[in-house]
T-cell receptor, first 112, second 110 residues
């Protein structure tokens, strides 16, 4: 019963390095989401994928790209990491747009 | 702009009842959700209101008034394990996109 699995759990990068955060779900969900959470803040949507083959921007998409590889997997890429991207990144999925979202345990990313 | 307002902190004693309010100003509204998060872990879904009124799930209830752009989460018979952060979130369009509030930290004391 894995649910939503994110890898890696922790990562430290240097400014300018690139990185892909992986997310996979085994619940046959159609929609997937990437959020970031900064200290003392709520979650902010970076990108989402309403269904396989589609992606769209959220509130804070600048500096990120995504790929919906198949129904199970949705990856987030930082092409040139910046210290402002230091955050905890959460992936989530839902069966459909108006269904509860299920979250992974997060990736804690530090950029020096 | 779009904004959700909720208190930053609430403290209550074990066994008591606590209400966490959420007011919102968004460009669209399809529904209001509540999520719980323990110590920076994975947020978990608690409830969803699309229509006015009260939804009850065990010790937790959630209320929505669309005309007032207002909702609340009611937690009854508080337990120590209810100490966590609680987020309201508005679904602003027919896409599942959620706008989250900044969260309310609930501390339950013995």
């Amino acid at each position: 019963n894995a649910g939503v699995t994110q890898t890696p759990k922790f990562q430290v990068l240097k400014t300018g390095q690139s990185m892909t955060l992986q997310c996979a779900q085994d619940m046959n969900h159609n929609s997937m989401y990437w959020y970031r959470q900064d200290p003392g803040m709520g979650l902010r949507l970076i990108y989402y994928s309403a269904s396989e083959g589609t992606t769209d921007k959220g509130e804070v998409p600048n500096g990120y790209n995504v790929s919906r590889l198949n129904k199970r997997e949705f990856s987030l890429r930082l092409e040139s990491a910046a210290p402002s991207q230091t955050s905890v990144y959460f992936c989530a999925s839902s069966y459909d747009r108006d269904q509860p979202q299920h979250f992974g345990d997060g990736t804690r990313l530090s950029i020096l | 702009g779009q904004s959700l307002e909720q208190p930053s902190e609430v403290t209550a004693v074990e066994g008591a009842i606590v209400q966490i309010n959420c007011t919102y100003q968004t460009s669209g509204f399809y529904g209001l959700s509540w999520y719980q998060q323990h110590d920076g872990g994975a947020p978990t879904f608690l409830s969803y209101n699309a229509l006015d009124g009260l939804e009850e799930t065990g010790r937790f209830s959630s209320f929505l008034s669309r005309s007032d752009s207002y909702g609340y989460l009611l937690l009854q018979e508080l337990q120590m394990k209810d100490s966590a952060s609680y987020f309201c979130a508005v679904e602003t369009g027919n896409t599942g996109k959620l706008i989250f509030g900044q969260g309310t930290t609930l501390q339950v004391k013995p």
